[in-house]
């Protein structure tokens, strides 16, 4: 599900879709309990997985910038052992930081 405010309207009656799919017979306000029910669940495991990147990022700069200060002072053979780390650090941090891609939903075709 897409995250942001421009967004709340389509996880709604994306939600709504669903519980018709599975539960038809709840009523307007227990299908609107179960939507914020949800969404208050959904948005904490989302800031869950938020801090552990924003953890791991903090780490991974830390472990970047104490190796490019040992590294001044490395004999050049253990300087390429830095250096392979820190190749590994730089891959992992842009994977983390690049922009992640919503996968559509699929769709289903209609026989007429």
């Known amino acids: 599900m897409p995250r942001g405010m421009a967004f709340e309207g389509d996880r709604k ?21 179960l939507f914020h029910l949800w969404k208050d669940h959904y948005e904490a495991r989302e800031c869950v997985k938020q801090d552990a990147t924003q953890a791991r990022l903090t780490e991974l700069v830390e472990e970047r910038r104490n190796l490019f200060l040992q590294r001044h002072f490395m004999l050049p053979s253990a300087a390429a052992a830095a250096n392979d780390r820190l190749r590994a650090i730089g ?22």
Not at 25 to 31: A, G, K
Not at 95 to 112: D, Q
């Open 13 to 33: 009656l994306e939600f709504r879709a669903l519980q018709k799919r599975r539960f038809a017979h709840l009523s307007r306000d227990e299908w609107l309990d």
């Open 91 to 112: 891959q992992e941090l842009a994977a983390l930081c690049a922009p992640k891609r919503p996968e559509p939903p699929l769709g289903t075709w209609i026989a007429e």
